[in-house]
T-cell receptor
Framework: SQQGEEDPQALSIQEGENATMNCSYKTSINNLQWYRQNSGRGLVHLILIRSNEREKHSGRLRVTLDTSKKSSSLLITASRAADTASYFCATGRSEKLVFGKGTKLTVNP | DGGITQSPKYLFRKEGQNVTLSCEQN?????MYWYRQDPGQGLRLIYYSQIVNDFQKGDIAEGYSVSREKKESFPLTVTSAQKNPTAFYLCASSPRQAIETQYFGPGTRLLVL
C-alpha cells in the first residue's frame, strides 16, 4: 500500500527558481524521507526527518514536517538544470518504508 | 568502493521462463530489499530480509522468490507465475531496520520477449 502521496505530479520551473514539492500521508510515522531518482537510475537518499522534528536543512534542501496535518514539504532553492529528476517521499512506519508515486521536476536552463 | 551492485542492467525473459536478478552489497548492512517500479509509479516492496537465512514477503510477493544465504547477496527470481514482469527492479539495503536510510543499487530493467 502506498502511504505517501506527492503533489504536484509534475513541476516545470526555470533555473534559479525555487521548487516546492509536498507529501501527504495517512497514518502515524516514525520518520519521513525524501529520495531523488534520475531517469533510469536507482534512488538516492536526500534527507530524513524524524516525527519529533519540524524542519531540517541540507545544503539547498529544506524539509518541513507537520505531523498534525500529516504532511511534509521539500523545498529546493536556487534550482539548477542538474536538479531535474523525480523526487519521492517515503514514510517509515513499523518494519517498512512506503514510497509515494513521486514528483517529476524539470528545471529548464 | 562501497555500494550496491545489480546485474544485469537489462534482462529479457521468454514466456514460461524463470530469471534471476542479482544484488550484492559490500556495506555490511544487515537488511536488504527488493522493489518493483512501474512507469510513472512509486516503488512497491516485493521481499525483504533483515538477517541471513530469513526473509519476509512484501506487498507484491506473488510470482517472485528470494534467498538470503549470505549477508552480501539477495538474489530475486522472477518465476513464470509472474504474468506481468515487465518493470524496473531496484535492490536496496539498510544497516538494520527498514525505516532507516536505504541505499539503492542502479536497477535492472526486465523486459518480456
Amino acid at each position: 500500500s502506498q502511504q505517501g502521496e506527492e503533489d504536484p505530479q509534475a513541476l516545470s520551473i526555470q533555473e534559479g527558481e525555487n521548487a516546492t514539492m509536498n507529501c501527504s500521508y495517512k497514518t502515524s510515522i516514525n520518520n519521513l524521507q525524501w529520495y531523488r531518482q534520475n531517469s533510469g537510475r536507482g534512488l538516492v537518499h536526500l534527507i530524513l526527518i524524524r516525527s519529533n522534528e519540524r524542519e531540517k536543512h541540507s545544503g539547498r534542501l529544506r524539509v518541513t514536517l507537520d505531523t498534525s496535518k500529516k504532511s511534509s514539504s521539500l523545498l529546493i532553492t536556487a534550482s539548477r538544470a542538474a536538479d531535474t529528476a523525480s523526487y519521492f517521499c517515503a514514510t517509515g512506519r513499523s518494519e517498512k518504508l512506503v514510497f509515494g508515486k513521486g514528483t517529476k521536476l524539470t528545471v529548464n536552463p | 568502493d562501497g555500494g550496491i551492485t545489480q546485474s544485469p542492467k537489462y534482462l529479457f525473459r521468454k514466456e514460461g521462463q524463470n530469471v534471476t536478478l542479482s544484488c550484492e552489497q559490500n556495506l555490511n548492512h544487515d537488511a536488504m530489499y527488493w522493489y518493483r517500479q512501474d512507469p510513472g509509479q512509486g516503488l512497491r516492496l516485493i521481499y525483504y530480509s533483515q538477517i541471513v537465512n530469513d526473509f519476509q514477503k512484501g506487498d507484491i510477493a506473488e510470482g517472485y522468490s528470494v534467498s538470503r544465504e549470505k549477508k552480501e547477496s539477495f538474489p530475486l527470481t522472477v518465476t513464470s507465475a509472474q504474468k506481468n514482469p515487465t518493470a524496473f527492479y531496484l535492490c536496496a539495503s539498510s544497516p538494520r531496520q527498514a525505516i532507516e536510510t536505504q541505499y539503492f543499487g542502479p536497477g535492472t530493467r526486465l523486459l518480456v520477449l
